[in-house]
């Protein structure tokens, strides 16, 4: 790597020499090799090195290259030589454990993961894209604008490209010259292609958006011909009555009357088609999102885009990350053994003996880091903060539950009073530390797994503090009755036992396995990191409410089902997965390594928790679930996560939500909505706003098509017959869009209901006018229409006045036609106080007064009109009338609320005639553009992975190819030249389509165990090779071959293969 890298910036002349074909550029391995060798963990990656390099020594010579240090790891490497090594790997997995590394046990160390304790030298494996963070950040898509730059600097460099070529011919000796990247022709279309496809954004619509696109389409061409039919009806009628019927010829002096008719006609069509589209719609639907982003800021969602706010209503999955989302990401106390008595919760201290108490305090207190404390909350309400070893925080966290505090003793003693600390590694499992007393004699504290210290244990605390002998039996039946329990319930048990030392009889302090030995067991403890106490309920809500929650943990596959139990995530007899990253990948792979939408199918629809889960893993089951067809729906997916692993899923979902407390920058950047409590509980509260939006824009739907119908039948019929619209251009515009306006923003604020929680989601194919929308529509258009054309008709004779019909071309506005228009609004206002309800309820007052905005509405659109009937005159085609008039009108638009009750009694179920509307676009109706499209794109994280690669093997291979053109320009006998390899550039793989993507035995970084016995038996018994593990994103274009390299060489090149032109046609 090191002559090409230099060969980049300037070339010296170098004795010809036969080489074999380097691995990847120079190195000992190849870039498949290592980044396979990443994504091992523990033994399986200590197996690896073993059988490869013989060991990390061997893996240092391979490479060439020297280890480096750090504090926050920026590149993915191999331990070589290590003390007491924790890294804190949160960023990546989302667990906060520690996990201890050392070189012959777990020697793989990830970019982007802090050292908490210890050093180490390491050896560098993977920088960039290819290193594990590098992975996770091409997902979601940061890769783009650094190719941008790229591009624009190739295309820089092409324009200077000549000149410099021509100044290298010039050169001798010692050749100064620049390399150039040069283009094939074969690669500047593929690049022009790879470009395009780049540059086309995703043409994603939210499914309320693709449902409203559709509606408004067609609504839209309705009223496009009605319009039409209109105008070509009035002009054939006007001039076939004038004309053929009247007999009059065209004189030059009526033409401007006639045109005058013409125009009336024009304004008459131009009014039915503003009636027929609803363009207070667009309106609607922004007030409502407005609306509800404000007040679910108050419920703690804050709402990055405005779409994702209704997109979460018709959410049917949300996988949950675990830790910090479900659970408090803090280690408690929840069950103890103490003085014979098992406590499920943290006992009162006045229910323990003084003794105990004082010995839990001091064993507790003294006999932990004194770095670890707990410190008071940051904020107020918040929990108190956390500082070191988790384990330790949890059991100091059960000193001040028990209303006891370990500051006042570690003052008393201080860490450099200790006599000895035996601290805790992986094999004793335990830490003691001893102290001496005030009479000279030793005390010695000491904790542990449970397991190895009871062994050790010869005496027990009984309740009333006094010692009892603790036989193997009565271990035993311990085990049986308090360790087992805990085990069962997800906890980890810890043994906290002490021993005193006579000042006459000191041991040697060096044997610690006498030292320690002969114990008094004080009490053992279950620790775990809780479930927020408000998450079961929430889970339910959800599940009641038709959504399946799915955990999706780093965790293992015990901790993570006890948890996904208590959160009430699996429930006994059903029928559920819980698989670990590792099967997950065995099952949706083929033997290619390659994911199949078919195994994945049969997957996921039963998962409800994946252990162990790589950010891939996350990001592979939100997409498999995504692109799902099977079901009767296609899924909306919502994702919870808190960490940088969490990222590509977020990004990936229909709706991301990221923790605003404890989430990274990284996972609040891919997220939709951030959580600013950092609570499972708003997420519910999104939903019922996210669906509560979906029924405001339902219920403005259903008020503003029954407006419009009636409106442009009325529009449409009275034109034909009458020659002139009931309702004119003015009072139209005042119906459609100064009412319409304030009648969403009336039905838009509505808001929610936990009632909303009670049904199913919509769904992306589930149409926005159901069958009863379109029963309530069309039966309320019946009842207003059949007034309306009975005040037309008939209405002068009822109310004894003029009629308004046939009027002449300027006539005076008519009270005919006001008490039309006039009862036509009271209709509509009385209607949309039945449009607050749309799924056939009967009390449409139901929470009326719970919306003030809506009450004002009605009454202020109610006062204005009156203003407009009595003094509207002229402008609006209105003449006052008297208050009997006013009186009918009323009743009329009453009439409104008695004719919904009859609809409300219809069943829909008989009205097989209805259709729906508003359908979601079916993969049937894309267009061709968008389906060619969907065939080339690859997914969109794979392709930018893809381009990073590309680019890294094009660039090797171009200054490979330059170094053998300045070859064969400076030398002038070709019979000495050099021959070229038999090597093709990455443009001819590109254009042969046939290619293999070498398999290796990939396998899925897991969360590290700190049990040692795991790690030993995994060593002992060696896993069996599992197919490629990774995402189609990691593998696809890490290693490529060509098959037939010759033969493709020798189609693309004509000339003999040796020859300098060769070379030259090569490179340019």
Same mark, same amino acid.
């Given at each position: 790597?090191?002559?090409?890298?230099?060969?980049?910036?300037?070339?010296?002349?170098?004795?010809?020499?036969?080489?074999?074909?380097?691995?990847?550029?120079?190195?000992?391995?190849?870039?498949?090799?290592?980044?396979?060798?990443?994504?091992?963990?523990?033994?399986?990656?200590?197996?690896?090195?073993?059988?490869?390099?013989?060991?990390?020594?061997?893996?240092?010579?391979?490479?060439?290259?020297?280890?480096?240090?750090?504090?926050?790891?920026?590149?993915?490497?191999?331990?070589?030589?290590?003390?007491?090594?924790?890294?804190?790997?949160?960023?990546?997995?989302?667990?906060?454990?520690?996990?201890?590394?050392?070189?012959?046990?777990?020697?793989?160390?990830?970019?982007?993961?802090?050292?908490?304790?210890?050093?180490?030298?390491?050896?560098?494996?993977?920088?960039?894209?290819?290193?594990?963070?590098?992975?996770?950040?091409?997902?979601?898509?940061?890769?783009?604008?650094?190719?941008?730059?790229?591009?624009?600097?190739?295309?820089?460099?092409?324009?200077?490209?000549?000149?410099?070529?021509?100044?290298?011919?010039?050169?001798?000796?010692?050749?100064?010259?620049?390399?150039?990247?040069?283009?094939?022709?074969?690669?500047?279309?593929?690049?022009?292609?790879?470009?395009?496809?780049?540059?086309?954004?995703?043409?994603?619509?939210?499914?309320?958006?693709?449902?409203?696109?559709?509606?408004?389409?067609?609504?839209?061409?309705?009223?496009?011909?009605?319009?039409?039919?209109?105008?070509?009806?009035?002009?054939?009628?006007?001039?076939?009555?004038?004309?053929?019927?009247?007999?009059?010829?065209?004189?030059?002096?009526?033409?401007?009357?006639?045109?005058?008719?013409?125009?009336?006609?024009?304004?008459?069509?131009?009014?039915?088609?503003?009636?027929?589209?609803?363009?207070?719609?667009?309106?609607?639907?922004?007030?409502?999102?407005?609306?509800?982003?404000?007040?679910?800021?108050?419920?703690?969602?804050?709402?990055?885009?405005?779409?994702?706010?209704?997109?979460?209503?018709?959410?049917?999955?949300?996988?949950?990350?675990?830790?910090?989302?479900?659970?408090?990401?803090?280690?408690?106390?929840?069950?103890?053994?103490?003085?014979?008595?098992?406590?499920?919760?943290?006992?009162?201290?006045?229910?323990?003996?003084?003794?105990?108490?004082?010995?839990?305090?001091?064993?507790?207190?003294?006999?932990?880091?004194?770095?670890?404390?707990?410190?008071?909350?940051?904020?107020?309400?918040?929990?108190?903060?956390?500082?070191?070893?988790?384990?330790?925080?949890?059991?100091?966290?059960?000193?001040?539950?028990?209303?006891?505090?370990?500051?006042?003793?570690?003052?008393?003693?201080?860490?450099?009073?200790?006599?000895?600390?035996?601290?805790?590694?992986?094999?004793?499992?335990?830490?003691?530390?001893?102290?001496?007393?005030?009479?000279?004699?030793?005390?010695?504290?000491?904790?542990?797994?449970?397991?190895?210290?009871?062994?050790?244990?010869?005496?027990?605390?009984?309740?009333?503090?006094?010692?009892?002998?603790?036989?193997?039996?009565?271990?035993?039946?311990?085990?049986?009755?308090?360790?087992?329990?805990?085990?069962?319930?997800?906890?980890?048990?810890?043994?906290?036992?002490?021993?005193?030392?006579?000042?006459?009889?000191?041991?040697?302090?060096?044997?610690?396995?006498?030292?320690?030995?002969?114990?008094?067991?004080?009490?053992?403890?279950?620790?775990?990191?809780?479930?927020?106490?408000?998450?079961?309920?929430?889970?339910?809500?959800?599940?009641?409410?038709?959504?399946?929650?799915?955990?999706?943990?780093?965790?293992?596959?015990?901790?993570?089902?006890?948890?996904?139990?208590?959160?009430?995530?699996?429930?006994?007899?059903?029928?559920?997965?819980?698989?670990?990253?590792?099967?997950?990948?065995?099952?949706?792979?083929?033997?290619?390594?390659?994911?199949?939408?078919?195994?994945?199918?049969?997957?996921?629809?039963?998962?409800?928790?994946?252990?162990?889960?790589?950010?891939?893993?996350?990001?592979?089951?939100?997409?498999?679930?995504?692109?799902?067809?099977?079901?009767?729906?296609?899924?909306?997916?919502?994702?919870?996560?808190?960490?940088?692993?969490?990222?590509?899923?977020?990004?990936?979902?229909?709706?991301?939500?990221?923790?605003?407390?404890?989430?990274?920058?990284?996972?609040?950047?891919?997220?939709?909505?951030?959580?600013?409590?950092?609570?499972?509980?708003?997420?519910?509260?999104?939903?019922?706003?996210?669906?509560?939006?979906?029924?405001?824009?339902?219920?403005?739907?259903?008020?503003?098509?029954?407006?419009?119908?009636?409106?442009?039948?009325?529009?449409?019929?009275?034109?034909?017959?009458?020659?002139?619209?009931?309702?004119?251009?003015?009072?139209?515009?005042?119906?459609?869009?100064?009412?319409?306006?304030?009648?969403?923003?009336?039905?838009?604020?509505?808001?929610?209901?936990?009632?909303?929680?009670?049904?199913?989601?919509?769904?992306?194919?589930?149409?926005?006018?159901?069958?009863?929308?379109?029963?309530?529509?069309?039966?309320?258009?019946?009842?207003?229409?059949?007034?309306?054309?009975?005040?037309?008709?008939?209405?002068?004779?009822?109310?004894?006045?003029?009629?308004?019909?046939?009027?002449?071309?300027?006539?005076?506005?008519?009270?005919?036609?006001?008490?039309?228009?006039?009862t036509f609004v009271m209709m509509q206002l009385f209607n949309e106080i039945n449009a607050r309800k749309i799924h056939g309820e009967r009390n449409v007052f139901h929470g009326i007064f719970s919306n003030p905005i809506f009450c004002t509405i009605v009454?202020?659109?109610?006062?204005?009109?009156?203003?407009?009937?009595?003094?509207?005159?002229?402008?609006?085609?209105?003449?006052?009338? +008297?208050?009997? #008039?006013?009186?009918?009108?009323?009743?009329? *638009? @009453?009439?409104?609320?008695?004719? %919904?009750?009859?609809? =409300? !009694?219809?069943?829909?179920?008989?009205?097989?005639?209805?259709?729906?509307?508003?359908?979601?676009?079916?993969?049937?109706?894309?267009?061709?553009?968008?389906?060619?499209?969907?065939?080339?794109?690859?997914?969109?994280?794979?392709?930018?992975?893809?381009?990073?690669?590309?680019?890294?093997?094009?660039?090797?291979?171009?200054?490979?190819?330059?170094?053998?053109?300045?070859?064969?320009?400076?030398?002038?006998?070709?019979?000495?030249?050099?021959?070229?390899?038999?090597?093709?550039?990455?443009?001819?793989?590109?254009?042969?389509?046939?290619?293999?993507?070498?398999?290796?035995?990939?396998?899925?970084?897991?969360?590290?165990?700190?049990?040692?016995?795991?790690?030993?038996?995994?060593?002992?018994?060696?896993?069996?090779? +599992?197919?490629? #593990?990774?995402?189609?994103?990691?593998?696809? *274009? @890490?290693?490529?071959?060509?098959? %037939?390299?010759?033969? =493709? !060489?020798?189609?693309?090149?004509?000339?003999?293969?040796?020859?300098?032109?060769?070379?030259?046609?090569?490179?340019?």
């Amino acid at each position: 790597m090191g002559d090409v890298a230099n060969s980049s910036i300037e070339f010296h002349p170098k004795p010809q020499q036969q080489r074999e074909a380097p691995h990847a550029g120079g190195f000992g391995c190849t870039l498949a090799e290592l980044r396979s060798l990443m994504e091992l963990r523990g033994a399986e990656a200590l197996q690896k090195v073993q059988e490869t390099y013989g060991d990390v020594g061997g893996l240092c010579r391979r490479l060439k290259t020297s280890p480096t240090e750090g504090d926050l790891l920026p590149a993915d490497g191999v331990l070589i030589q290590g003390n007491d090594l924790k890294i804190d790997e949160s960023s990546l997995t989302g667990e906060s454990d520690h996990v201890r590394k050392s070189a012959d046990k777990d020697p793989m160390l990830l970019s982007g993961t802090h050292v908490m304790e210890g050093s180490g030298r390491m050896v560098v494996t993977a920088v960039g894209v290819n290193s594990q963070t590098g992975i996770i950040f091409t997902l979601l898509g940061a890769g783009g604008e650094e190719e941008e730059k790229k591009e624009k600097k190739g295309k820089q460099q092409d324009g200077a490209m000549e000149s410099s070529q021509t100044k290298a011919k010039k050169q001798d000796g010692a050749v100064a010259m620049e390399m150039q990247p040069l283009k094939s022709a074969e690669g500047g279309e593929m690049e022009e292609r790879e470009k395009k496809k780049a540059n086309v954004p995703k043409k994603e619509k939210s499914v309320l958006q693709g449902k409203l696109t559709k509606l408004a389409v067609q609504i839209g061409k309705a009223g496009l011909v009605m319009s039409a039919i209109t105008v070509i009806i009035l002009v054939l009628y006007f001039v076939i009555e004038t004309f053929v019927v009247g007999g009059r010829a065209w004189l030059a002096e009526c033409t401007p009357v006639y045109v005058q008719y013409f125009v009336k006609f024009f304004i008459i069509g131009v009014t039915v088609l503003v009636v027929a589209v609803p363009e207070g719609l667009p309106l609607a639907v922004t007030i409502s999102l407005a609306y509800s982003v404000k007040k679910m800021m108050r419920d703690n969602n804050l709402v990055r885009h405005l779409d994702a706010c209704e997109t979460m209503g018709n959410a049917t999955a949300i996988c949950s990350d675990k830790t910090g989302t479900l659970t408090t990401n803090r280690m408690t106390v929840v069950q103890s053994y103490l003085g014979d008595t098992h406590y499920k919760e943290v006992p009162a201290p006045s229910a323990l003996t003084p003794k105990i108490l004082d010995l839990l305090v001091h064993a507790i207190s003294i006999n932990s880091a004194y770095t670890t404390k707990i410190l008071p909350p940051e904020k107020e309400g918040a929990l108190p903060r956390q500082v070191g070893n988790k384990t330790e925080c949890a059991l100091l966290g059960f000193v001040l539950d028990l209303k006891q505090d370990f500051q006042p003793v570690r003052e008393q003693i201080p860490e450099d009073k200790l006599y000895k600390v035996y601290t805790f590694n992986s094999v004793r499992k335990s830490m003691s530390t001893v102290i001496r007393m005030p009479d000279g004699g030793f005390r010695l504290f000491s904790k542990g797994a449970s397991e190895i210290l009871l062994k050790k244990c010869t005496n027990i605390l009984n309740s009333n503090g006094e010692l009892r002998s603790f036989r193997p039996r009565d271990r035993d039946d311990m085990v049986k009755k308090v360790i087992e329990p805990m085990a069962c319930d997800g906890l980890r048990t810890i043994c906290i036992a002490y021993r005193d030392f006579s000042a006459a009889q000191e041991p040697d302090w060096d044997n610690e396995n006498e030292v320690v030995g002969d114990l008094t067991c004080i009490a053992v403890v279950g620790i775990e990191d809780p479930v927020r106490p408000e998450v079961p309920e929430a889970i339910r809500k959800c599940q009641r409410a038709g959504i399946t929650v799915r955990m999706v943990t780093g965790d293992n596959i015990n901790t993570a089902r006890a948890i996904a139990a208590k959160c009430g995530i699996i429930q006994p007899g059903e029928d559920f997965l819980c698989l670990e990253g590792k099967e997950f990948n065995r099952r949706i792979r083929n033997e290619k390594g390659e994911i199949e939408q078919e195994r994945l199918d049969k997957v996921w629809p039963k998962l409800r928790v994946l252990a162990r889960s790589s950010p891939t893993d996350k990001h592979t089951l939100v997409k498999g679930i995504i692109d799902s067809n099977t079901g009767e729906q296609r899924q909306v997916v919502a994702v919870t996560g808190d960490g940088t692993n969490d990222g590509p899923a977020l990004k990936k979902a229909d709706v991301g939500f990221a923790m605003g407390i404890a989430g990274t920058d990284v996972a609040k950047e891919a997220s939709d909505i951030i959580l600013t409590d950092d609570n499972f509980t708003s997420i519910v509260k999104a939903v019922m706003w996210g669906r509560n939006v979906y029924d405001s824009i339902s219920k403005f739907l259903q008020f503003q098509l029954t407006v419009n119908v009636v409106a442009v039948i009325v529009a449409f019929t009275g034109a034909c017959i009458t020659q002139d619209s009931p309702l004119k251009a003015v009072q139209m515009l005042w119906v459609n869009l100064i009412m319409d306006t304030f009648a969403s923003l009336a039905l838009a604020t509505e808001p929610p209901t936990e009632s909303l929680l009670l049904r199913k989601p919509y769904g992306r194919d589930k149409p926005l006018i159901s069958r009863t929308m379109m029963k309530s529509i069309l039966g309320h258009a019946v009842y207003q229409l059949t007034i309306i054309f009975t005040l037309l008709f008939v209405g002068e004779l009822f109310f004894d006045i003029d009629s308004g019909r046939n009027a002449p071309l300027h006539s005076p506005p008519s009270e005919h036609y006001t008490i039309i228009f006039n009862t036509f609004v009271m209709m509509q206002l009385f209607n949309e106080i039945n449009a607050r309800k749309i799924h056939g309820e009967r009390n449409v007052f139901h929470g009326i007064f719970s919306n003030p905005i809506f009450c004002t509405i009605v009454l202020g659109t109610f006062a204005i009109q009156i203003v407009i009937v009595q003094f509207g005159g002229k402008p609006f085609s209105c003449s006052p009338l +008297s208050t009997e #008039q006013w009186l009918w009108c009323l009743f009329v *638009g @009453v009439g409104e609320l008695v004719w %919904g009750q009859v609809i =409300a !009694t219809i069943p829909t179920s008989q009205l097989k005639c209805l259709k729906e509307a508003g359908h979601g676009p079916g993969k049937d109706e894309m267009t061709d553009e968008e389906l060619a499209e969907g065939e080339e794109e690859i997914d969109h994280a794979e392709r930018e992975l893809r381009r990073g690669q590309i680019l890294w093997f094009r660039g090797l291979n171009r200054i490979q190819t330059q170094i053998r053109v300045v070859k064969a320009f400076r030398s002038s006998l070709y019979e000495g030249l050099e021959k070229p390899e038999s090597k093709t550039s990455i443009h001819n793989f590109m254009a042969t389509p046939e290619f293999l993507i070498n398999d290796y035995t990939h396998n899925i970084p897991l969360i590290d165990d700190t049990d040692v016995d795991e790690n030993e038996e995994r060593l002992r018994a060696p896993p069996p090779p +599992s197919p490629n #593990q990774n995402n189609n994103a990691i593998d696809s *274009g @890490v290693y490529l071959t060509t098959r %037939g390299t010759k033969s =493709a !060489t020798s189609s693309v090149f004509s000339s003999r293969p040796g020859s300098p032109l060769h070379s030259v046609e090569t490179s340019l």
